[in-house]
């Protein structure tokens, strides 16, 4: 399967095609295609293995979502755009997504790098910043979802470059160790989140709080639950994917398990956090995690400063259900609805 990389928005609509494993899966989602949720997904997706399980995710809760586009950032890790477009690439293929959806290359830099430069043509990260402007704009009478699982600069890129989009944009945000500091996302570009939250776009911070049971760090799959869970789940396609550490694949799980094999697990028992799953979760099914509402703040010198007189509120997650997040994410894979 070839894939276009286009830059337009697109409507993507259809009937969707049930199999009957599909009809026989008491815990699929219910959303009528009129209801399903609007989303533009950005992840830095060659960074460790949890991006790849949250892509997977979203694409096969079809009933759920409506996707319009995915677009990719280059964090520290993992390489240079094209790696993180690659990685994305290769599970886009496995889960047998539209070859017209959208896949777009993002930011290498940062914010305050390329913010100079946003009245040039071919600005560092343009292509998804464009997207995501059109898209945002197409949402006059609903809201368009963002879920970022990496860096902030695409969005607040975007938003720098056209403000105007700020009312029709929510922005889930898989970050931060808030109230403490630290964290790899937030590390990669902390002035691109100090724009967004000053910025009055509907912010929700889906908090990983490394160590902690109240963060996404607790949403942890142990040694060898990848192997019982993954084998053969998704669909099957006819021309095998060659992976990012080699050998062939026609599934995503089988590639799940590829993925795991080759990273490191922590603790004791041994496992390894999805964290980035966990914001599509949220999204999907809000009633799995607490949300409370909290005076934004900000970082100063890597130390959150808070700003109690801050008239402007942020969405703060934390607290999640790790046995329905994880028991829901298998079962998407299992009974899947490729997105349309």
């Given at each position: 399967?070839?894939?276009?990389?286009?830059?337009?928005?697109?409507?993507?609509?259809?009937?969707?095609?049930?199999?009957?494993?599909?009809?026989?899966?008491?815990?699929?989602?219910?959303?009528?295609?009129?209801?399903?949720?609007?989303?533009?997904?950005?992840?830095?997706?060659?960074?460790?293995?949890?991006?790849?399980?949250?892509?997977?995710?979203?694409?096969?809760?079809?009933?759920?979502?409506?996707?319009?586009?995915?677009?990719?950032?280059?964090?520290?890790?993992?390489?240079?755009?094209?790696?993180h477009f690659?990685?994305?690439?290769?599970?886009?293929k496995l889960?047998?997504?539209?070859?017209?959806?959208?896949?777009?290359?993002?930011?290498?830099?940062?914010?305050?790098?390329?913010?100079?430069?946003?009245?040039?043509?071919?600005?560092?990260?343009?292509?998804?910043?464009?997207?995501?402007?059109?898209?945002?704009?197409?949402?006059?009478?609903?809201?368009?979802?963002?879920?970022?699982?990496?860096?902030?600069?695409?969005?607040?890129?975007?938003?720098?470059?056209?403000?105007?989009?700020?009312?029709?944009?929510?922005?889930?945000?898989?970050?931060?160790?808030?109230?403490?500091?630290?964290?790899?996302?937030?590390?990669?570009?902390?002035?691109?989140?100090?724009?967004?939250?000053?910025?009055?776009?509907?912010?929700?911070?889906?908090?990983?709080?490394?160590?902690?049971?109240?963060?996404?760090?607790?949403?942890?799959?142990?040694?060898?639950?990848?192997?019982?869970?993954?084998?053969?789940?998704?669909?099957?396609?006819?021309?095998?994917?060659?992976?990012?550490?080699?050998?062939?694949?026609?599934?995503?799980?089988?590639?799940?398990?590829?993925?795991?094999?080759?990273?490191?697990?922590?603790?004791?028992?041994?496992?390894?956090?999805?964290?980035?799953?966990?914001?599509?979760?949220?999204?999907?099914?809000?009633?799995?995690?607490?949300?409370?509402?909290?005076?934004?703040?900000t970082m100063?010198?890597?130390?959150?400063?808070?700003?109690?007189?801050?008239?402007?509120?942020?969405?703060?997650?934390?607290?999640?259900?790790?046995?329905?997040?994880?028991?829901?994410?298998?079962?998407?894979?299992?009974?899947?609805?490729?997105?349309?």
């Open positions: 399967m070839k894939r276009k990389i286009i830059f337009f928005h697109a409507f993507l609509a259809g009937i969707c095609i049930y199999g009957a494993f599909n009809c026989n899966d008491p815990t699929k989602d219910k959303s009528p295609s009129e209801n399903k949720i609007a989303v533009i997904f950005d992840t830095d997706a060659n960074n460790e293995v949890d991006d790849q399980h949250a892509l997977a995710y979203l694409l096969l809760s079809g009933h759920t979502f409506q996707v319009e586009a995915i677009t990719v950032n280059a964090t520290s890790d993992g390489g240079d755009i094209e790696q690659a990685e994305a690439e290769r599970v886009l889960c047998d997504a539209p070859e017209d959806l959208p896949l777009l290359k993002g930011a290498n830099g940062s914010f305050e790098e390329i913010q100079p430069q946003l009245g040039n043509e071919d600005f560092d990260g343009a292509e998804a910043v464009h997207f995501i402007i059109e898209s945002a704009k197409a949402h006059v009478e609903d809201t368009l979802t963002l879920i970022a699982v990496g860096k902030l600069t695409n969005v607040a890129l975007a938003v720098a470059k056209d403000p105007s989009i700020i009312p029709h944009i929510r922005l889930v945000w898989l970050g931060s160790n808030y109230p403490e500091p630290g964290e790899y996302n937030l590390e990669n570009d902390i002035p691109s989140m100090n724009y967004l939250l000053k910025s009055g776009i509907e912010f929700d911070m889906v908090v990983v709080r490394y160590g902690k049971p109240s963060g996404t760090d607790a949403i942890r799959v142990v040694k060898g639950g990848i192997n019982r869970e993954m084998p053969g789940l998704g669909p099957h396609i006819e021309e095998p994917v060659t992976g990012r550490h080699g050998g062939s694949f026609s599934n995503f799980g089988d590639y799940s398990i590829d993925l795991f094999a080759h990273t490191e697990y922590y603790g004791r028992p041994p496992s390894r956090a999805l964290f980035d799953m966990t914001a599509v979760a949220i999204v999907k099914n809000p009633d799995w995690a607490e949300k409370t509402l909290i005076p934004g703040p100063v010198d890597n130390q959150w400063v808070e700003q109690v007189d801050n008239p402007r509120q942020i969405s703060l997650w934390e607290n999640f259900d790790k046995d329905e997040i994880l028991a829901n994410f298998y079962t998407s894979l299992k009974y899947y609805q490729v997105i349309e």
